[in-house]
């Protein structure tokens, strides 16, 4: 993987994020009249990369050291920096404080609505630019391989994803694994005919509790192309060749990478239909378990169905799929407060290894739009120090028409500091120590 790259794209589409998010508070802060002290990309703790202050701007512009977010310090707010001594003084026309509640309400809302806004414009573009295109279910005539897990239940390797509770399956996204998980019933092409798999309500536990995923395509191996000089080269394999056992057993994608990986610098038997004859080639995989071989991918080897958008049905689009990611993710929040759930907990390496090795435009804003829904949610959550706390405490006001004290929103943003604080170390050492075990 080149670390460097998927580095580079993480601070680079959390910086997208935190900008947009930090301006939303900015913006309703300045229509309101709010005086804003700071706008920053990233903290600065003790000194700033950069800053600078506008001749007759009441705001100072930086970006901070410390990538880990950025903030707008908006006079007269109880904050992260937690500033007593302008809080201590007697509140200002200009101050966050001395506005009504419902204004109030909007500036610290704004920052999540222009977060989901981002993602639902992201979305409408990638499908205006790109359209979509998935391989259908049902054309990949040699079904998914499930993991041991998914077998204990009823499915079988090769088996054709049909239906979900009679909703039809026509992709393998995140959207027809939740389908399947909130089924009773999926319906499969086995062996040319129907099987019905009844499916348990705690199906995504065990998945959790496994960790080894649910399903992904049984991918025959066919040759793309042969590196020169490689073992492959050498054996006689051609592009085309289609590989259908190892050894004399029955082979796919998987089994193949795993043979030669466990016959490092010894003969493998290949079975292989070649121009519609079968035939069979001795290969030895080299010392790292390698054989020089380009594989076909899986658009490559069945039909892609491509979908286009013009610019006017781009836009529902985009909100469709913003809302439906929305959706999947806070009901997917359901499995994250189960012991399973804990666990998988993940922080930074977590999300930067979701970013492909190299750049790729769509995947990088794909994962863009994603995690500004997910930021959007989390910074929504009641949780005092987050956005959703400041809103909790201001729906409070509004229906009691009583105010907590400045004590008490102090103390609550110290706890919400601290459990947050706590949150991100536990989630980064759950990386680190996935890595090293």
Request: aromatic share 12%.
């Amino acid at each position: 993987m080149n670390i460097l790259s998927v580095v580079l794209q993480l601070i680079a589409s959390l910086s997208i994020l935190v900008l947009v998010h930090e301006f939303g508070h900015f913006l309703f802060a300045k229509i309101f009249k709010v005086r804003v002290e700071k706008f920053y990309l990233f903290f600065n703790p003790w000194f700033s990369l950069f800053k600078y202050k506008p001749r007759n701007s009441d705001t100072e512009y930086g970006i901070g050291w410390l990538p880990l977010g950025g903030y707008v310090k908006i006079a007269g707010m109880i904050d992260e920096s937690m500033d007593r001594k302008q809080l201590a003084k007697p509140p200002k026309p200009w101050e966050f404080r001395s506005q009504p509640a419902w204004k109030r309400l909007i500036i610290m809302v704004a920052g999540v609505v222009f977060n989901f806004l981002l993602a639902i414009a992201i979305y409408a573009g990638i499908l205006f630019h790109w359209g979509e295109e998935y391989v259908r279910l049902q054309d990949v005539t040699t079904g998914m391989e499930f993991s041991q897990t998914a077998k204990n239940i009823g499915f079988k390797d090769g088996d054709v994803l049909l239906s979900a509770d009679g909703a039809e399956l026509k992709q393998f996204d995140e959207s027809t694994f939740r389908k399947i998980l909130e089924s009773k019933e999926v319906k499969v092409l086995r062996d040319g005919d129907t099987a019905a798999i009844a499916v348990p309500d705690d199906f995504m536990t065990r998945l959790l509790q496994d960790k080894q995923g649910f399903a992904a395509f049984r991918v025959p191996f066919v040759v793309k192309s042969v590196m020169k000089d490689s073992p492959a080269g050498r054996a006689g394999l051609i592009s085309g060749d289609s590989i259908t056992a190892v050894n004399d057993s029955i082979a796919f994608l998987p089994d193949c990478i795993a043979a030669f990986a466990n016959h490092k610098e010894q003969p493998v038997i290949l079975t292989l239909i070649r121009q519609g004859k079968e035939e069979k080639i001795s290969v030895v995989p080299d010392s790292k378990g390698k054989v020089g071989i380009y594989m076909k991918t899986l658009d490559e080897l069945y039909p892609v169905h491509k979908i286009t958008y013009n610019l006017v049905q781009s836009i529902p689009a985009g909100i469709k799929k913003g809302v439906q990611k929305l959706t999947g993710y806070v009901g997917d929040m359901k499995y994250v407060f189960t012991k399973e759930g804990v666990e998988s907990i993940g922080g930074f390496g977590m999300i930067a290894s979701m970013f492909p090795a190299s750049f790729n435009a769509q995947a990088f804003w794909e994962m863009t739009a994603l995690l500004s829904v997910i930021l959007a949610f989390m910074n929504i959550l009641p949780i005092p120090a987050l956005d959703g706390g400041h809103v909790l405490f201001l729906l409070y006001e509004v229906i009691t028409r009583r105010k907590p004290s400045q004590r008490f929103m102090e103390m609550a943003q110290m706890a919400g500091m601290v459990f947050l604080l706590t949150l991100l170390v536990y989630a980064n050492l759950n990386d680190l120590f996935r890595a090293l075990f």
